[in-house]
């Protein structure tokens, strides 16, 4: 079972000041950024910014990783030499078109195992599908490497470069949300879905984070912090729906005990696909401390 990654925040790499900040947040997973976050001529500061908060802050329950810039920018190699000895959990590689980004990736950091002793596989993988191209190899990238825990769906790149319309609605980006999400699920990753760039509209991220929600998503990225609690508390099972859920698999459990298979529950059919539902929102329940 992989770590909750409910809110997915990105503060920029070249920012002691932000990244202290997220600490305070609560968030469960911190993102610093070399990417898109940081001007072209702040990248070198990026790097040796968030070496030094890798090295010397406690980031308690937050993951911490880092976004390197894409691969084939001439820049990712530096943004990943100059940043691993701090050891981070994990990187996050936006615009991947392929299996060949992650590929590289994974190399370097069996390469950084081995030299620092530290544990195989240790390191993990989060990539950002954000294009054309990426979504029409989606079944590539995902089976790329078993360090790839988790794909994000980056909504705003890829609504440039096919030349859509952004709308509150996101029918526009439904078939792309949709298949990023189906390929994550079959290859057990999760899926996180994508930014809500009205960062003062908490309503309006609400409603989208419960789509997500419906669609099957496991978190949100995160562009500022009033976005992390709005964010967390949607992507996580309410007392309601865990109760419900615990109803489903103890009553499963003794049909199965009884030799029944499907049965009834509040007047509605319970069969295997119902269980399952009901299993996956204790898992998230338990992935977030809730039982």
Known sequence: MYRTRRALLYMPGDSRKKIEKALTLNVDCICMDIEDGVAHTQKQAARATILSALRELDFGRSEKLVRVNPFGSGMEGEDFSQTIAGHPEGYVIPKVESAEALLWLAGRMAEAERAHGWEANSLKIVAIVETARGIINLKEIVSATPRLEAIVFGAEDLAG????????????????????????????????????????????????????????????????????????????????????????VTAHEAQQASGFGAFALDGKMVDAPVVKAAERVLAKARAAGKI
């Open 161 to 248: 470069d096919i030349g859509a319309v952004r709308t509150p609605e996101a029918w526009e980006m439904f078939y792309a949300r949709s298949a990023i999400l189906t390929h994550a699920a079959a290859f057990d990753l999760q899926a996180i879905d994508m930014v809500y760039v009205d960062y003062a509209d908490t309503a309006g991220l609400v409603r989208e984070c419960q789509r997500g929600v419906e669609l099957g998503y496991a978190g949100k990225q995160a562009i500022h912090p009033n976005q992390i609690q709005p964010i967390q508390e949607t992507f996580t099972p309410n007392a309601e729906a865990i109760a419900h859920a615990q109803r489903v």
